[in-house]
């Protein structure tokens, strides 16, 4: 099992000193993969439904650092640890320009760069950004996706899509991983299963939350949709990864039916909960070690890597 965690993008730990504080520390003890949130404005008030949450409300405020200018700071500090947008809401920005600011990314940090994907819920945030249609975003995301994966292969390119076209342009230096970075899909909707079926190169659900408790049966069930899907597609099952998001989102809240929430309780009962995930096909999970400071933060991840990881292997 492979595991990432969190870095901080709103808040009092949103600092450079604590996102890199935070990121070299989980270089340090073996991390595989550093995870960055997406948001650019927050409206003073939203009719926005946000699906993590019991109360359909997010749990951020009006603050959020950028995400590719964190991305570019951890790239610069560190070595070995992917560097994950999760997820990068894709209507938001140009594909031109995001194809080109992610090839760059990659190679500047050395191959590191996995483009988590997804489409969307906060409609007042798109209309802030004169974002195209937000009732058409998942179209529309889907022609990004096959925009981006033009201008990482091909030199000159042209396109003429529903929502976006060029004609005979250079975008290069291509990506340092070919032919691509990795693309995960975010979401457990059908639609998201299809977009990774046809798209993705894997796929990166949340889970273990009140709202979402997507335990291992469920995510069992999905993980046969999205292989019936894919071989639907002609693409090979065996090369989607699988990874596994888990929020610290309303943590005082149990599950529906009175169980335990996944990955909680002692190092005892998550090693078990992660084993259990990968016996259904999880390739890697994340965690969520942020805390009220950069200390905090830094000692949760610490005593996973003491107490947990080692019950795992």
């Known amino acids: 099992m492979r595991y990432g965690f969190y870095l901080p993008t709103r808040g009092p730990t949103a600092t450079r000193e604590g996102v890199l504080s ?9 991390f595989h993969s550093a995870e960055i949130a997406d948001h650019i404005v927050f409206p003073v008030t939203s009719e ?62 050395g191959g590191r760069v996995t483009l988590g994907v997804g489409v969307g819920w906060l409609k007042e945030e798109f209309e802030a950004l004169d974002s195209p249609d937000f009732a058409r975003r998942g179209a529309v995301t889907d022609e990004w996706i096959a925009i981006f994966k033009q201008l990482w292969t091909q030199s000159p390119a042209s396109f003429a899509g529903e929502f976006y076209k060029y004609s005979n342009i250079r975008s290069e230096p291509f990506p340092l ?35 979402v408790p997507l335990p291992p049966q469920e995510m069992r069930a999905h993980l046969d949709t999205l292989k019936r899907m894919t071989e639907a597609e002609g693409r090979d099952f065996s090369k989607i990864e699988i ?38 096909g999880v390739h890697e999970l994340i965690f969520d070690f942020r805390g009220a400071s950069i200390e905090e933060s830094i000692a949760r991840l610490q005593r996973f890597a003491a107490e947990v990881m080692p019950r795992v292997e």
């Open 22 to 30: 935070l990121a070299r520390e989980g270089e340090r003890l073996g």
């Open 48 to 109: 926005s439904d946000y699906p993590y949450t019991v109360d359909r409300k997010h749990p951020g405020g009006g603050d959020a650092l950028e995400t590719f200018s964190i991305l570019g700071v951890v790239a610069g500090a560190t070595e070995k640890l992917r560097l994950v947008t999760s997820v990068l809401v894709l209507p938001y920005r140009n594909p031109v320009l995001t194809a080109k600011m992610v090839a760059s990314l990659d190679v500047l940090s």
């Open 177 to 211: 991983q070919k032919p691509h970075p990795p693309i995960w899909v975010g979401g457990h909707s059908r639609a998201a299963l299809r977009r990774t079926a046809k798209h993705g190169d894997g796929w990166h659900p949340v889970g273990a939350i009140a709202a």
């Open 243 to 280: 990874s596994y998001k888990a929020p610290l989102y309303d943590t005082g809240l149990p599950n529906a039916d009175g169980s335990r929430r996944g990955f909680t309780g002692d190092p005892g009962d998550i090693a078990g909960d992660i084993r259990s995930f990968a016996a259904i």
